[in-house]
Structures are given as structure tokens and as C-alpha cells.
């Protein structure tokens, strides 16, 4: 079993900066992979961004709706997996949800409140 928590989610304008972070409860290096999600009302839960963090060369994967804007990135010392926004637009309003991936498990956080808005 694997628990993550998030934080870091609020009310942002649009062009500004969040970070958010997914705390975990074991070694990120043990877990297959680290994912990004989210989702917004209305919508389909989509794949935001990846890291492969069960190895030890690093691949990161984006959706192309986020692709320079968004980076993924982790602390092992910390288990700590990261989601750096920057110039944030309305359509990034949406629920964000830490995953992590085993083989044969799906591990959720309980998501935070990202909102773009002026």
C-alpha cells in the first residue's frame, strides 16, 4: 500500500506560478512509476505528466497541452514527486491528482483545487 498526499493547489491569475506536491508514504525509487492527473468538471480524469521514477534513468512524458509550461520532478530524500505550473491559463482549472503505479496497482491522492482566474 501506498498513501500520497497532496498539497499546493489555490487560486492563481492567469500567467502566474503553482507548485504542487504528492508526499508519499514509502521510497518513490520503489514505486514503478509517478504521474500527474487531472480533472475538470464535466470532463474526463486526462494524464497531465509521468516520470519513471522506479528507475534509474529518467523519462518524462507531457501532455501536449502542458508541454513547456509544466514539469514534473521528484526528491527521493524527501519521497516527494512535484508539479512546477507556470504560466497557467483558465483551462488548467481543474482537480489535480498524485498516481502511483505498481504492477498491478493504481494509487490515488485525494487531489487538490487548482484555480485560473482573474
Known amino acids: 500500500q501506498v498513501q500520497l498526499v497532496e498539497s499546493g493547489g489555490g487560486l492563481v491569475q492567469p500567467g502566474g506560478s503553482l507548485r504542487l506536491s504528492c508526499a508519499a508514504s514509502?521510497?518513490?525509487?520503489?514505486?514503478?512509476?509517478m504521474a500527474w492527473y487531472r480533472q475538470a468538471p464535466g470532463k474526463q480524469r486526462e494524464l497531465v505528466a509521468a516520470?519513471?521514477?522506479?528507475?534509474?534513468?529518467?523519462?518524462?512524458y507531457y501532455a501536449d497541452s502542458v508541454k513547456g509550461r509544466f514539469t514534473i520532478s521528484l526528491d527521493n530524500a524527501e519521497n516527494t514527486v512535484y508539479l512546477q505550473m507556470n504560466s497557467l491559463k483558465p483551462e488548467d482549472t481543474a482537480v489535480y491528482y498524485c498516481?502511483?503505479?505498481?504492477?498491478?496497482?493504481?494509487?490515488w491522492g485525494q487531489g487538490t483545487q487548482v484555480t485560473v482566474s482573474s
Open positions: 516520470l519513471n521514477s522506479g528507475s534509474p534513468t529518467y523519462y518524462t
Open positions: 498516481n502511483g503505479r505498481e504492477v498491478g496497482y493504481d494509487y
Open positions: 514509502k521510497s518513490i525509487s520503489s514505486i514503478y512509476s
